[in-house]
């Protein structure tokens, strides 16, 4: 037996003639929240569809519960895996309740047509994201924040207990971006399951995550947990950026403080202090 349910081996992707990830392995352990992090066009994305089997390899394979992902069918996948892409479309006039009942198709057939427990299952994706109360209202009526719990509802109502999520926080202001991580949070506490996201913000990625993978130009530089790997040699590393790094006040976990030209307090900025808690 693997100790994953999940993995890259040898993974070469890319789009046309461009070849946007060579060679790579990933194993993504189970119970865990893992966040792919790296500057703009690393290969964030094209990875995560990947393990989604949204976009198939040139090389390499990705592994899903010991078998290649490209030789399962596709409601086999489903039941297994649920993926909200970075921006999802719904027709328009879709209801909340009915985008969530689609998360119920893959367990659907000829011979097995909608049930009570599907029902139940809806109901229940709808209560744990708090948004029970706008089953009927339109996709269109809700704000950001709204919107992106009822697309996760559809991925919980598929009942997999492993989600990819690319970009969860996109458009979204501060409050409602920690409204869903918080809520992405709950759900893997709650319930084990396994989350990969992809996120821009490092300061939310490190709060919210078990794991980090650090990408850059379509490789992996570094992984594992926050405070074992994020300080200043890696961000100069991997994203250019000077910063400090500090210990996060609310968290405990690794802070990032960017320097920049102007507005810094000390005139050799680079050399402040690193100083946080092992977690």
């Given amino acids: 037996m693997t100790d994953y349910r999940l993995a890259a081996e040898d993974l070469t992707l890319g789009y046309g003639e461009r070849v946007i990830i060579d060679r790579l392995s990933l194993r993504i352990e189970p119970g865990l929240i893992t966040t792919v992090i790296g500057p703009n066009g690393c290969g964030k994305s094209t990875l995560l569809r990947s393990l ?18 490209s030789s399962m069918k596709t409601r086999e996948v489903a039941r297994a ?14 209801t909340v309740a009915d985008l969530v009942a689609r998360g119920r198709h893959p367990h659907q057939s000829w011979l097995r047509q909608w049930s009570a427990d599907d029902e139940a299952e809806v109901l229940a994706a ?16 809700l704000s950001g924040g709204q919107r992106q ?5 559809m991925a919980l109502a598929q009942g997999t207990d492993i989600l990819l999520l690319d970009e969860p926080t996109t458009y979204l202001d501060l409050a409602h971006s920690l409204e869903v991580l918080d809520l992405v949070d709950r759900l893997h506490d709650e319930h084990g399951r396994t989350v990969v996201m992809v996120l821009h913000d490092l300061n939310l990625a490190i709060r ?7 990408m850059r130009a379509g490789r992996i530089v570094a992984q594992g947990e926050p405070a074992d790997i994020i300080d200043a040699a890696l961000l100069r590393e991997v994203f ?8 996060d006040p609310v968290s405990g976990r690794p802070m990032i403080t960017p320097i920049g030209a102007r507005h810094v307090r000390v005139s050799n900025a680079t050399q ?3 100083s946080y808690d092992k977690v």
Avoid: C, F, H, M
């Fill in 52 to 69: 989604g089997r949204l976009l198939r390899p040139r090389a390499g394979r990705i592994v899903l519960d010991g078998k290649a992902i």
């Fill in 81 to 94: 895996v649920g993926v909200l892409p970075q921006t999802p479309t719904a027709p328009e006039g879709l």
């Fill in 126 to 141: 709808l209560a744990r994201t708090g948004i029970a109360d706008l089953a009927e209202r339109t996709l269109d009526e």
């Fill in 149 to 153: 719990r009822a697309w996760i509802s």
């Fill in 208 to 214: 919210y995550s078990d794991r980090l993978v650090v």
């Fill in 240 to 247: 250019g950026l000077e910063a400090a790094v500090l210990e």
């Fill in 272 to 274: 402040l202090p690193v």
